[in-house]
């Protein structure tokens, strides 16, 4: 509701009435609806309705630009009109150019007011327009003569009328008067109006013609005579004038031409000023002869100035806009006929532009002045847009870091400056190690924040030249380039890059209150030395980092051709893994851990071995990896765990005893949801007791699979099953995870063993975990212990389990059984005291 009578009114006791009030009252009651009317000034009213706080605006006229917003209904309620209004003091003016130097006032956002401001615009006539937000303060205004004019609806004029009012013959753009809604909110409230207005409009006994007879009498009396039928009565009046005075005519006939030649120049001004774009011009005398409104507007020229402006004090104004006045000195000499081409200019406030620019000579006929007439179509947006799709294009829309596309783009590039310069460059290939599971276990949200974070952290690492660009899913290259011609010295750069940037990503990750760890395996090429197009230098960097997986992952690898081989064997064993499952071709290996300095036997990891009917014996470490990304080691880790259970049971049956038996589990079998209900099954098969079975995980497995690791843990802890960590030392492990895990052995890696005694770091650490293990209650065992020295060293610093090659290789069963198995008197360590394998196997159970 704004006051504006009589359509609508805002009476002195605050209520409503006025024609279009009491319709909808009208309607309201047909159609049981209940009206809560909103007082509002109009600048307010299609806001309000945009914000959801009114539902429908009841008097309002069409336009394209509010129909973006708005939705109206079909049939119009009433027609109305602009209308000028004057002081009665005022001379009437006659037509619009009477307004020309006048003040008036228009309502903000009223399509009457800026229409006319449009009609005065195009007619070049000179208005001073002043808003006002209501129709009372327009006419208090136009009484007080603070204004000349006041132009609105004709409709909501006659509201108004007093002594001080009248209206001028100046009408124009008659609309149909409309209701609205926000768009898209209420079709069914504008089809409902559109139903009565139909019914009611040609009904003299409805509310309508009620309504109009009680409140719009007063304005069907009073239409005005249409403006086109004055028009055509004065051509006519005209037409008759000129035949009577024929021969003053032909005595102004130089009069008439040079008033056309005017106005055919106003309309051509007209026309250059409507163009959206840049026009202007200048002469050989660096004077600007000609600009448009949107060239004055960016070279913040005066208009109101109608001399000739130096282009010197222009570029003063507008110091960037400089090179819009380039190669005119080619123009002005014919040294070309035309110029065209796109440019980055700054206007006057210093906003950036793009322009389509175009440029011609030109020679007025009255002037011996040579000229150049410029023309530039403002492209900014569209480029803008342009630039946008492409950078899309170039991107990856995650991390915002180049794709493969522009990668591809850049190393094709730097081929060529390698060939041209002589330098090298170096292709990084990361790929995170498991990365897949994050995205499984704390989902893709997660996953991607890890993505985004990881990419950070590469390009911290990295020159500024350099790009770091995603490749897939979990997989991103570094691209260095402009690196040493002597490849050597390429390659030591490349791997000190490798290096910080695998410690950069295996630093811990924080997400929603998740703590994370991964690493990554990095496949390096250097160019042009190993590889000679795009696509070799990707394969090969690709090879490399498969082969730097295969060797235990969170390392690097420089390409070699030997890699090429290793791949393609690759390839063979994955074949040949399937039919080696099939085939019953895996066979099991002991390997005795031994206790304390009497050496006693007390358990045996399992060691797996593929017997290949043509190579012989192939090593884990060559098929596991392969297994492992398959998933075939899900059957062959079941294979493994059923041969053990079986065997103890065996023994157990046979001898009576049975050492315990380590197996080990990997990454991919911890993931597996059928792990613990696997081994409970088994364990009820074969009725062997669970302490005899102690799973090794690896430390890196453990910080990888997180809290998932942990439950699964806890699960075949409950089973009654011992758990010990594997290659412990070489992970990120803090003490505080390792207290939450349910261990019962720490397994110090071979890596460390192998450099003691002597090796100041190694013995650090060797020291370290066993201090550590004695603190927390676990049980340590040294592997890979090979010399007498290396056994006395961990012996002095309280090791007293041990595995490796001074004692025993791995075993076959048969072998294992002639030595461990023959004698029934041998001791073991139990509860730190030595007693017989009968024993032990008693006590354990009972325990």
Not at 76 to 83: S, V
Not at 272 to 277: F, K
Not at 490 to 502: D, G, L, M, V
Not at 697 to 711: F, P
């Given at each position: 509701m704004f006051h504006a009578p009589p359509i609508m009114e805002v009476n002195p006791d605050g209520s409503y009435s006025g024609f279009m009030v009491e319709l909808l009252d009208e309607l309201a009651k047909l159609e049981h609806w209940e009206l809560e009317w909103v007082r509002l000034y109009w600048p307010e009213v299609i806001p309000a309705a945009l914000n959801n706080q009114i539902d429908l605006i009841p008097f309002i006229s069409y336009s394209e630009e509010r129909a973006k917003y708005l939705d109206y209904n079909d049939i119009?309620?009433?027609?109305?009109?602009?209308?000028v209004f004057v002081h009665r003091s005022e001379e009437t003016p006659k037509n619009i150019l009477g307004l020309s130097g006048k003040t008036i006032a228009i309502i903000k956002n009223e399509i009457y007011g800026e229409k006319l401001a449009g009609l005065c615009e195009l007619f070049i006539i000179e208005c001073n327009f002043i808003e006002v937000s209501t129709y009372e303060e327009a006419f208090e205004l136009l009484q007080s003569r603070k204004v000349s004019a006041f132009v609105t609806s004709n409709l909501v004029s006659y509201g108004y009328s007093n002594n001080f009012v009248k209206k001028t013959p100046i009408a124009f753009e008659p609309r149909k008067v409309l209701f609205a809604t926000a768009k898209n909110t209420n079709a069914s409230l504008l089809k409902t109006i559109d139903h009565y207005t139909k019914l009611w409009r040609y009904d003299k006994e409805s509310p309508y013609f009620a309504l109009k007879q009680k409140y719009l009498s007063e304005i069907e009396q009073d239409q005005p005579i249409p403006p086109w039928v004055i028009y055509v009565l004065l051509a006519v009046l005209g037409l008759l004038l000129m035949l009577a005075l024929i021969s003053l005519l032909l005595r102004q006939q130089v009069k008439i031409k040079t008033q056309h030649i005017e106005e055919q120049s106003d309309k051509i001004r007209?026309?250059?000023?409507?163009?959206?774009?840049?026009?202007?011009?200048?002469?050989?005398?660096?004077?600007?002869?000609?600009?448009?409104?949107?060239?004055?507007?960016?070279?913040?020229?005066?208009?109101?100035?109608?001399?000739?402006?130096?282009?010197?004090?222009?570029?003063?104004k507008a110091q960037k806009a400089a090179n819009l006045f380039d190669d005119e000195e080619l123009l002005l000499r014919r040294d070309a006929h035309a110029l065209q081409k796109e440019i980055e200019t700054y206007n006057v406030d210093d906003e950036k532009f793009v322009l389509n620019v175009s440029k011609v000579p030109f020679i007025a006929r009255y002037s011996r002045t040579p000229s150049v007439v410029t023309v530039g179509v403002d492209i900014t947006e569209s480029k803008a847009y342009e630039n946008q799709i492409k950078h899309m294009a170039q991107h990856d829309l995650l991390t915002g870091l180049p794709n493969k596309l522009l990668l591809n783009d850049r190393l094709e590039q730097s081929l060529v400056l390698t060939k041209s310069y002589g330098h090298s460059g170096a292709v990084l290939f990361i790929d995170l190690d498991y990365f897949k599971n994050i995205n499984d276990s704390l989902g893709h949200a997660i996953g991607d924040e890890l993505l985004k974070e990881v990419a950070r952290r590469i390009k911290s690492q990295v020159r500024e030249g350099d790009t770091v660009a995603r490749h897939s899913g979990d997989e991103f290259i570094v691209h260095l380039n402009h690196l040493s011609g002597h490849p050597s010295k390429?390659?030591?750069?490349?791997?000190?890059?490798?290096?910080?940037?695998?410690f950069a990503i295996a630093q811990e990750y924080e997400f929603e209150g998740n703590k994370l760890f991964t690493t990554a395996s990095i496949g390096i090429v250097i160019y042009p030395s190993s590889a000679k197009t795009v696509e070799s230098i990707i394969k090969r960097a690709e090879t490399a980092m498969y082969y730097a997986e295969s060797m235990g992952r969170n390392r690097y690898a420089v390409f070699t051709r030997a890699m090429e081989k290793a791949v393609v064997r690759r390839q063979v064993l994955e074949s040949e893994l399937h039919k080696a499952l099939q085939e019953s071709r895996f066979i099991l290996r002991f390997q005795p851990q031994i206790a304390d300095d009497d050496y006693k036997c007390i358990g045996a990891e399992a060691l797996l071995r593929w017997s290949h009917p043509t190579e012989g014996i192939v090593s884990p470490t060559e098929f596991i990896p392969i297994a492992e990304q398959n998933h075939l080691i899900i059957p062959i880790g079941e294979w493994v765990l059923k041969q053990v259970c079986h065997q103890i049971k065996y023994w157990l049956e046979t001898y009576g005893y049975s050492p315990f038996i380590?197996?080990?589990?990997?990454?991919?079998?911890?993931?597996?949801?059928?792990?613990?209900?696997?081994?409970?099954?088994?364990?009820?098969?074969?009725?062997?007791?669970?302490?005899?079975?102690?799973?090794?995980?690896?430390?890196?497995?453990?910080?990888?699979?997180?809290?998932?690791?942990?439950?699964?843990?806890?699960?075949l802890r409950n089973l009654g099953l011992k758990l010990s960590i594997d290659d412990f030392g070489t992970g990120y492990s803090s003490l505080n995870y390792l207290k939450r895990l349910p261990l019962d052995k720490l397994k110090i890696d071979r890596s460390f063993v192998k450099d003691i005694p002597g090796d100041p770091d190694s013995e650090t650490i060797i020291n370290t975990i066993i201090n550590m293990s004695h603190d927390m209650g676990l049980e340590v065992i040294a592997e890979g212990v090979e010399t007498k020295e290396q056994l006395n060293y961990l012996l002095a610093e309280q090791c007293c389990l041990f595995q490796g090659f001074y004692f025993d290789p791995p075993l076959s069963l048969k072998q294992f059984e002639t030595k461990y198995f023959d004698n029934l008197h041998h001791s073991v360590l139990f509860d730190n005291k030595v007693v017989s394998l009968k024993e032990y196997s008693k006590k354990a159970k009972k325990h």
């Open positions: 119009g309620i009433l027609t109305g009109w602009g209308q007209q026309i250059i000023n409507l163009v959206p774009h840049m026009i202007f011009a200048t002469n050989a005398n660096g004077k600007l002869i000609l600009a448009n409104r949107y060239a004055s507007k960016f070279f913040g020229i005066d208009r109101s100035n109608k001399k000739h402006h130096d282009k010197k004090d222009i570029l003063e390429a390659e030591s750069f490349a791997k000190n890059i490798a290096e910080a940037i695998n380590t197996v080990n589990l990997s990454a991919v079998q911890i993931r597996n949801s059928d792990l613990v209900h696997y081994i409970e099954k088994l364990l009820e098969q074969t009725q062997i007791p669970p302490h005899l079975l102690e799973l090794e995980i690896t430390e890196t497995v453990l910080l990888h699979e997180g809290r998932a690791s942990i439950e699964v843990l806890n699960q």
